[in-house]
Structure formats: structure tokens, C-alpha cells
């Protein structure tokens, strides 16, 4: 039955017996699971999907199955006992490192917003210290081997250590929100930055069964979560990134299409507040499906002018080679600050937005004065973009669309250095 309901689906790549019970075994071994998966479950899938193929267990390939030189592995930078035990300040190394031929599975949780986990816990509960109704909604692993900490308190620790001590209740959830972000942007990058080496990394996991904080992208209700909105950016066929190798940047542009691409990146370090203090357009051209540095500025040419209150900013515009004036084009910004995320301390930002909030659809123009760091908007509605951060002066328009029926009443924006929003 699961397999005739599945097999339509134009996502499925392919089979596996079983999820996770010959993990760190030998492959030649009769380890859990594998006979099961081999005699009834193998046939099965040869008989009513035949187009598609079959692996025994996930993780399976090399020796042990999870080794990241072959086959699938299921690992992360987040849900690694060692981390969990550092103070976390080296979590981009960390995910810098992370490896696999394929990751089918790459675990980071993240909190859904506070106007979402109000639909299932009270404002006392959001609060409570010992956090029960945290701990109730937070599914965990009994055998996750880290110590005493549960899903819940490793998820607020990371938060703490990578955005500093939350100032009050609201700001702990936004912290716990983004933490999922962060690790989806920058693991999706670094992965994609190595093909063919790395072929591809699934998150664990898309969507809830349950109202939850914890691992989906997409929470109980249908709305995306702020990893859902860093995976949309991450994933697109044509990304730039930036590289942080040391002594200088990597600026990077991957083109996972299957043509190639040509266009122009705008490279600047951007203050807080006022026009670039460097910048730099480099000309760019990536063959198809491949992954190419386009521009290598060293500390030596750039470092002091970043300094703790700037960005280093790549704006990419392009299209396919060949393509007609006006034809198929893209554009994409990677960003990057020379320091841990809770160093950021931007000056209070004044974001000015505009546009219906009521209807089945409409659009928010939403602008800034100053650097605003996390532009959030929050409603249960689908947002071209969410999450984002605006450079100082800059304007975007958002498009929504209301899929439950018209939307009535305000769209809250906010940023986390704000000094409020104007309509």
C-alpha cells in the first residue's frame, strides 16, 4: 500500500529498506533489519516501481555504511555531541568541514514563530523556566548521548551562544527561530561550493505531523518556518557565496543549471549606516553545472575596513549564455560578517512599510534607514521572502498570498534592531 500511494510522486528518487538500522555497520554484515529489507521489502518495490532503484538501509555504501567517502551519509554540524560540549563559537568551521558524498539526512531544529506557538501554548508557557510545555513540544531522542541536555535546552544553548543573551521572552524565540536558519543557509552553501565531491544535502526534516517546535521546515499548520525560507534561497539553480578561507574571502557563484551563465557581481563592504566604504564589479562566467570563484579580496586588501560594523556584500546578476536581452535572468546576494552573529549591533533601524495587508494577495514594500538585521514578517500567510536583512537606504516589495482565504487585519514587520515601523 505504501508503495503504490508513493511511487507517483515525481519527488522520489529512490528506495531504502529501512531508515538508520545498519548504520555504522559493515555492509557485507546481516545487520538489523537487512533481511527483512532484502526478501520482502526489495521484491516489492522491484515488482510495482520498477523505474526506480533500491537501497537496502540509509545510510548504506562504503565501509561502515554513514562513511562520508561513498554512499549516503546521515550527518550535521548541529547534532554532534562535541558541539554541544564547545562554547559553539566555531560553528562555521564546524559546518565548513561537514562532509558527504550525499547527506540524506542533515538534522538542525528550529523554533516556529511566537504568533504560531501561541496556537498551542499559552504566553506562561513561552516564559516558564523549567519549560515543560517546551520540552512536551519538542520531540526528543532518549538516545541522543549528550549528556542531560534534551533537544529543547541544546536548541536554546545554541541560540544563546550564537546571538548573545536574549533581551526578554520574544527575543529567546527569535533566537531559536533563526538558529535553524543560520545552519540551513550555511551547510546548503558550503555543500554546494564542493560538488561534485558532495552531490546533495537533504534536511531533516520538511514538515510536522503534530503542532511542534523542532526539526520541519514547514510547521502543523502549512507555513513556512525561517529555514524554509533560507532553503529557498540556497537552493536556487544559481547562488553566490561567500567563503571565509583564512587569510582572504572566496567569492563564489554555482551554477547548477545546465547551461552557462554569465553576468556581473557587485562586491562591497557596507557599513551600518551610509554608502559602501569599498566596492568592486566583477564580470562572471560559470560553466554549466559547476562552481567557480570569481574574486579573492584578502584581509590584507579588505579586513580593516570590515572591522565589527560592516558586511561584505555580493550582489550577482545573470543569465544563460546566449539568452535574448530580457530573457531569462536571475539575480542572488551572499553576505557575510567578520565575526560571531552576536557581535552584530547595527544602530536602531526604522523600517518604513507600505501596502494592503488584506485580501488573498498584496504587496509589502518594506524600506530602512539604517542596517536592519532579520526582517520578520509575521502572519500565517506565504511570503516570496521572509528573514531577510535590508542594507542601509534600501527598499524590497514582498509579494503575499493568502491560501486559506482573504487575510483580514494588519501584517506585522519587524527587525531585531528596531526602533519601530511606520505604515
Same mark, same amino acid.
Given at each position: ?18 531508515n538508520?538500522l ?10 538489523p ?18 523505474t ?22 546521515? %550527518? ?7 558541539f ?9 568551521e564546524?559546518?565548513?568541514? /561537514? ?21 498551542? &501554548?499559552?504566553?506562561a ?6 519549560? =515543560? ?20 535546552? &541544546? ?8 546571538f ?5 521572552n520574544?527575543?529567546?524565540? =527569535?533566537h &531559536? ?7 540551513v543557509? /550555511?551547510?546548503?552553501?558550503?555543500? %554546494? ?23 520541519? &521546515?514547514i ?12 532553503? %529557498? ?34 562586491l562591497?563592504v ?9 566596492? !568592486? ?7 554549466a ?8 579580496? !584578502? ?5 580593516? /575596513?570590515? =572591522?565589527?560594523d ?33 557581535e ?31 526582517? !520578520? ?18 527598499? %524590497? ?18 527587525c531585531?534592531?528596531? =526602533?519601530?515601523?511606520?505604515?
Amino acid at each position: 500500500q505504501a508503495i503504490c500511494l508513493l511511487r507517483n510522486h515525481a519527488s522520489l528518487a529512490f528506495w531504502c529498506g529501512n531508515n538508520e538500522l545498519g548504520m555504522n555497520s559493515d555492509p557485507a554484515t546481516e545487520f538489523p533489519g537487512k533481511k527483512i529489507a532484502r526478501d520482502i521489502s526489495e521484491p516489492l518495490c522491484r515488482r510495482l516501481d520498477p523505474t526506480r532503484p533500491y537501497r537496502v538501509t540509509s545510510p548504506y555504501g562504503g565501509n561502515p555504511n554513514n562513511s562520508p567517502l561513498a554512499g549516503d551519509c546521515h %550527518r550535521s554540524a548541529w547534532y554532534d555531541a562535541d558541539f554541544h560540549r564547545s562554547d559553539k563559537t566555531d560553528y562555521r568551521e564546524r559546518i565548513a568541514r /561537514l562532509g558527504g558524498r550525499f547527506l540524506s539526512e542533515s538534522a538542525v531544529p528550529g523554533a516556529p514563530p511566537k504568533h504560531v506557538l501561541l496556537k498551542f &501554548m499559552t504566553e506562561a508557557d513561552l516564559a516558564d523556566p523549567g519549560g =515543560a510545555m517546551w520540552e512536551y513540544h519538542t520531540k526528543d531522542n532518549p538516545y541522543n548521548g549528550i549528556d542531560d541536555q534534551t533537544h529543547y535546552r &541544546m536548541l536554546e544553548r545554541t541560540a544563546a551562544a550564537l546571538f548573545g543573551p536574549p533581551e526578554g521572552n520574544d527575543r529567546r524565540i =527569535a533566537h &531559536m527561530e533563526y538558529v535553524q536558519y543560520e545552519f540551513v543557509r /550555511l551547510t546548503t552553501e558550503s555543500v %554546494r561550493r564542493r560538488k561534485f565531491d558532495c552531490s546533495g544535502v537533504q534536511y531533516w526534516m520538511y514538515n510536522d505531523n503534530w503542532p511542534a517546535s523542532g526539526w520541519s &521546515m514547514i510547521d502543523w499548520w502549512g507555513n513556512a518556518k525561517a529555514a524554509w525560507h533560507a532553503a %529557498r534561497r540556497a537552493f536556487q539553480p544559481v547562488i553566490a557565496s561567500i567563503e571565509d578561507a583564512g587569510d582572504r574571502w572566496r567569492v563564489w557563484v554555482i551554477n547548477d543549471r545546465l547551461a552557462p551563465v554569465v553576468g556581473s557581481l557587485r562586491l562591497r563592504v557596507q557599513p551600518w549606516s551610509g554608502p559602501p566604504r569599498w566596492e !568592486t564589479h566583477v564580470p562572471v562566467a560559470v560553466a554549466a553545472n559547476a562552481a567557480a570563484v570569481v574574486r579573492e579580496p !584578502t584581509r590584507a586588501e579588505i579586513g580593516p /575596513l570590515l =572591522a565589527r560594523d560592516a558586511v561584505l556584500v555580493a550582489d550577482l546578476d545573470y543569465g544563460c549564455a546566449g539568452d535574448a536581452p530580457g530573457g531569462d535572468r536571475g539575480a542572488d546576494r551572499a553576505w557575510l560578517f567578520d565575526g560571531l552573529p552576536r557581535e552584530m549591533a547595527p544602530p536602531p533601524a526604522r523600517l518604513r512599510v507600505s501596502g494592503p495587508t488584506e485580501g488573498a494577495a498584496g504587496e509589502l514594500r518594506i524600506a530602512t534607514d539604517h542596517y536592519a538585521r532579520v526582517v !520578520t514578517l509575521a502572519a500565517d500567510l506565504d511570503f516570496e521572502d521572509n528573514y531577510f536583512d535590508l542594507l542601509p537606504g534600501e527598499e %524590497r516589495t514582498i509579494r503575499w498570498e493568502s491560501p486559506a482565504g482573504p487575510h483580514a487585519g494588519s501584517i506585522p514587520v519587524t527587525c531585531w534592531n528596531s =526602533a519601530g515601523a511606520t505604515a
